[in-house]
């Protein structure tokens, strides 16, 4: 892996970050919300793009976490579109960490699946425009 990070054939991650020692909870360990809130900007990048516009989150379908995420990996959100409703856009979201610097490994710490829906400037709901 070295310094190019998670590879995932054919695709790119549309989030990468790096926690820092204000992310951690009591035991060491990532804060699950810090994973929760950045899963939620990944998936709404794809979204926002489809929606060609403002959206916002109306359901977390599902949320599991594999492994912990320590301080310092890499971490990689890969998200995809799996389902387009009227209004709705649902996300699938892959989050991987990447460990040890010198010697790296790379494991699946999350994976999510999260519920859009387009908005207009008022907050109300909108359809979805076709697709370009």
Request: hydrophobic letters at 45%; zero cysteines; aromatic letters at 6%.
């Given at each position: 892996?070295?310094?190019?990070?998670?590879?995932?054939?054919?695709?790119?991650?549309?989030?990468?970050?790096?926690?820092?020692?204000?992310?951690?909870?009591?035991?060491?360990?990532?804060?699950?919300?810090?994973?929760?809130?950045?899963?939620?900007?990944?998936?709404?990048?794809?979204?926002?793009?489809?929606?060609?516009?403002?959206?916002?989150?109306?359901?977390?379908?599902?949320?599991?976490?594999?492994?912990?995420?320590?301080?310092?990996?890499?971490?990689?959100?890969?998200?995809?579109?799996?389902?387009?409703?009227?209004?709705?856009?649902?996300?699938?979201?892959?989050?991987?960490?990447?460990?040890?610097?010198?010697?790296?490994?790379?494991?699946?710490?999350?994976?999510?699946?999260?519920?859009?829906?387009?908005?207009?400037?008022d907050g109300s709901k909108r359809e979805v425009p076709p697709a370009a």
């Amino acid at each position: 892996m070295g310094h190019e990070g998670v590879k995932i054939p054919g695709r790119e991650p549309v989030l990468r970050v790096v926690p820092m020692p204000a992310d951690m909870n009591p035991n060491g360990d990532i804060f699950g919300g810090w994973v929760m809130a950045q899963a939620d900007v990944a998936g709404a990048i794809p979204a926002i793009r489809l929606a060609r516009g403002r959206i916002a989150t109306v359901a977390v379908n599902s949320f599991l976490f594999k492994q912990p995420i320590s301080v310092g990996d890499i971490v990689s959100f890969y998200a995809e579109v799996v389902k387009v409703g009227r209004t709705s856009i649902t996300v699938d979201v892959q989050v991987f960490a990447e460990r040890h610097p010198a010697n790296p490994v790379v494991v699946k710490v999350t994976e999510a699946r999260l519920t859009y829906v387009a908005i207009n400037e008022d907050g109300s709901k909108r359809e979805v425009p076709p697709a370009a």
